[in-house]
């Protein structure tokens, strides 16, 4: 018997690029995902990869973010970032000297030069190019997912706008890995019936949905969760396995809430006198993260211990042993009622590794060099799981997966919730519904003409977002998402007068292609829907 | 001393500040957290908070994008746009939320006047399934359009205010196409001021025949994968309803 496991890991944050400013505090947010999270993980997949560890996973890099690690200002900002961090390091190390802080102080400096110098010498500046290698080497699957990870299911309506949002992606991925997407990440795990056909017409073989969009869906689906299906059109559909990522995801007694784990909380930036931690925070004294935390989570008390990192590490152990026997304990009741192998599908946000769990890429280094050496478990990934089937000529099961998302209640409600974003749904429309008129009115222009265009197009995939509906709900930026929202659509709006006064604002144009210079290469034109036409 | 206004924090927010003024906070739900800080502090949104680790939290309050500049030549976002038009999104499998334009020439005309508003909401048959004539593969994403054969086969009308832009729809009937008109009612005569786009409810089996679940075999293989550690059921209004015994929704519904 074997269990295949699909672990995917979902790398995303939203367009944010202010080259206006010196420092931004939402910028941070990358920064603190490259540091934290995706270069530990691609320093874990090295480190295993000349260990001689065979180990399969699947990431998708959201074109936003693929832009923003692209992008030179943005570089330049972050090895300021690291610089200043590796300073605070340093005064970290001489603060706590004598107390019984100095060993971590100490060792959050060394991970901190030791990232920093991967990041400048083995990738150069360039982490899209070590995922990129790690996939030639076959190691790991890339696919993409929404231009700016909208929540698909909103825009039904206007299919040409879902396929703007799929083929941009797309395009983008062509340009930079040189070769076809066989995956998409669908933003939430937001599916509707229908979609498929998009996804399938962009040349998408397999996705990953909800875990209850299939005992949900139009048939029952006679493996469960534990296998594909397919959809009539033939998209692979590979379902979340809620239980065994609960294990990990859940915010009551997940994994990351273990007492001996590091408390994301309790960190320096908020903790010490404003006069010492100035120079390393936001204008005008807004406090922010730094880092340095040298508590563990403990409990509901305000009097935190103090972290140990080797006691963390072996939690770290102990709980992929408890994972992988969950797994196998599933994968052996599975395979005794379905009669065939188990395929899990395990989906998280990349951003949970070392972000917000500081341990997470000791556990998943834990796991995958675990699963190597069990005969009973394999890393796969969905493209190598089709190959598998295909090849078996194992039977299929055809059917439609429900509407559904991963998000609180399964559905649209956290991007229609009527007391914090729902009203955006009104201008995000009427947005759309002028993008498409221009796109129609205005087709195959040349010139600065199309670069007005373009820009327009590019304003509305990101006005799309699913981030600022998503951050409004939560309460945690609201203020930047509703700026960034009106933002975009003042902007659009600015195209659809000027175009219909047959006149191009240059001043203007200027200005947004150097702000919000992400697809480079776009076409306004997707968005007319007559295109498409037979 | 800080002064945090609660409504504006997020889950982990409160439940993170709550650590340090309450106890079993993880046993609480968000609402009885904020019940009981205000409670603690006479009845006011505005928490005072003593510790001084919690000035983490002016984060998510303060502006720092006051100074997020606009481009030149834009113009503020209208609160609402002056054309009459309606929009239907679904929100859950029988759910959908509905939102609307009235334009300034309607309503500049009913000033004055004696008149009634409401959402007329109608369900036709599911799309034709042996369509094959689409113009494109963007026509197969989509449920069909209403056409003059299609006979309503249930509605339901929903009286508002003029003032009202948005609301949740029920669709109660699965497996059907749905489309929502704003009427207005005025003297004895009703006209549709717009329609919306269709939207088709799903067809899902196991709401047909959830007797299948009395199958070990069959639940093991459909459920366990939604359960937590804890026992506890998946979020969904759905698979919960599937796994209620029949005489607790009797009850329920008493």
Known sequence: MKNRINLILNAHLPFIRHPEYPKFLEEDWLFEALNESYIPLLRMMQKLKEDGIKFKLTFSLSPTLLSMLRDKVLNEKFCHYMEEKIELGKMECGRTSGTSFHALATLYLKILEDNFSFYKDTCKSDIVNCFLTLSSKNYIELITTAATHAFLPLYQEFPQVINAQIETAIIQYNEIFSKSCNGFWLPYCGYYPGLEHILFHNGIKWTSVAAHSLILGNKIPIKGNYSPICTPNGLWCFPRDHALTGLVWSATNGYPTSSDYRDFYRDIGYDLSLDYIKPFIHEPDVRVFTGFKYYSVTGNTSKKRIYDFEIAKKLAEIHSNNFIYNLKTRGKTAEKINKSDPIFTLSFDAELFGHFWYEGVGWLEYLIRNIAKDKELELTTPSDCIDYLSRKNEKIQIMNPAYSSWGVGGFSQVWLDNETNSFLMNHITKAIEKMTDLAIRFSNQKSITERFLNQAARETLLLMSGDWQYILRNKTSSEYAKKRVYGHIQNLNLVYESMSSSSVNTAWLVKAERKNNIFPHIDYNIFNRKNYEL | ?254
């Open chain 2, 1 to 254: 001393m800080i002064r945090i206004n609660l409504e504006n924090l997020s889950e982990n927010e409160i439940r993170y500040l709550a650590q340090e003024e309450l106890e079993n906070v993880n046993s609480l739900s968000v609402n009885e957290i904020i019940d009981l800080l205000k409670e603690k502090n006479g009845q006011t949104e505005i928490y005072e908070f003593p510790g001084t680790s919690m000035h983490k939290y002016l984060n998510s309050l303060s502006s720092t994008v006051t100074r997020l500049e606009e481009l030149p030549g834009v113009k503020p976002v209208p609160e609402s746009y002056n054309k009459t038009s309606l929009h239907l999104v679904q929100r859950s499998l029988n759910w959908a939320y509905a939102y609307w334009n009235i334009s300034d020439f309607v309503l500049n005309d009913l000033d004055g006047k004696t008149y009634s508003l409401f959402l007329k909401v109608s369900s036709y048959n599911p799309s034709e399934k042996r369509i094959t004539n689409f113009n494109s593969f963007l026509d197969k994403s989509v449920p069909s359009p209403i056409s003059e054969s299609d006979k309503i086969l249930d509605s339901y009308e929903i009286y508002i205010d003029v003032n009202d832009r948005n609301w949740n729809i029920q669709l109660p009937w699965a497996d059907r196409r749905y489309e929502v008109s704003l009427e207005l009612e005025i003297n004895n005569q009703i006209n549709t001021l717009c329609t919306s786009n269709v939207i088709e409810s799903f067809n899902s089996e196991i709401k047909k025949n959830p007797e299948i679940l009395n199958n070990p075999n069959t639940y093991t293989i459909l459920i366990n994968p939604l359960l937590s550690k804890t026992g506890n059921i998946i979020k969904n209004t759905h698979i919960m309803e599937l796994l209620t015994p029949p005489e607790v929704k009797n009850e329920e519904q008493d």
